[in-house]
């Protein structure tokens, strides 16, 4: 089974600069999630999808960050502008979240890593 | 959302057994404990998830008390390739909310 794929691995941007982050969720998975890790601590959960909807996006920065599900499958995100401390790696997940069969396995892609200059 | 808190880091030698211990003291009834394994430059990749009692799977074990505000993980006869970041997370039992990620628990094993 293809795992969830993220483009590109790696971006570097000046501060000020947009960028944006592509996910491709495992065929068939309503949940998709976007974390943020910075280095050193755990993934921070910045929106989750259940198909083209948000669910939870209480974490995300709106002021700068965006993000869309398009038709309930591809997902992008967005920073604009760009500042300093949101040099992370950009982690997607989906997982099949079945209501009712207790939490179901996540599935993370091996993320962006972003560096601000 | 029930907190967790494991310890910063554990080290250990290969073939040595590893019980990494997490406490959530206010786990909620339907809540479900998952545990979560990162290595270097990857994302994080499911371990194992329980509810209550003891849950085995071919990589490791996990043991629930029946109070629930605690779980240990069990790696049986560590290897060098085991060295990652081990997270436990604890979650509401319908998949609509992802689970928070707390900092983890850093093991290096060493030959």
């Known amino acids: 089974e293809a795992g969830v794929a993220q483009s590109p691995r790696y971006k570097i941007i000046e501060k000020r600069q947009s960028v944006a982050f592509w996910c491709n969720p495992i065929s068939g998975h309503a949940t998709l999630y976007w974390y943020q890790q910075i280095l050193g601590q755990g993934p921070k959960l910045l929106i989750q999808?259940?198909?083209?909807?948000?669910?939870?996006d209480s974490q995300l920065p709106k002021d700068r960050f965006s993000a869309e599900r398009l038709k309930g499958v591809d997902s992008t995100l967005k920073i604009q502008p760009a500042k300093l401390e949101d040099s992370a790696v950009y982690l997607c997940?989906?997982?099949?979240?079945?209501?009712?069969?207790?939490?179901?396995?996540?599935?993370f892609g091996q993320g962006t890593r972003l560096t601000v200059v | 959302l029930a907190k967790t808190t494991q310890p910063i880091s554990m080290d250990s030698y290969e073939g040595q057994e590893v019980n990494i211990t997490c406490s959530h003291n206010n786990i909620a009834t339907n809540d479900y404990i998952t545990w979560y394994q990162q290595f270097p430059s990857q994302g994080p990749r499911f371990i194992i998830q329980g509810y209550k009692t003891k849950v085995t799977n071919e990589v490791a074990s996990l043991f629930i008390p029946a109070d629930r505000k605690s779980s240990t993980l069990s790696l049986p006869r560590v290897s060098l390739s085991d060295t990652a970041v081990y997270y436990c997370l604890v979650g509401d039992g319908t998949g609509r909310r992802a689970l928070t990620f707390g900092s983890g628990t850093r093991l290096q094993v060493q030959p």
């Open positions: 999808f259940q198909n083209n909807g948000v669910v939870d």
């Open positions: 997940a989906s997982s099949l979240s079945r209501l009712g069969q207790g939490n179901t396995e996540a599935f």
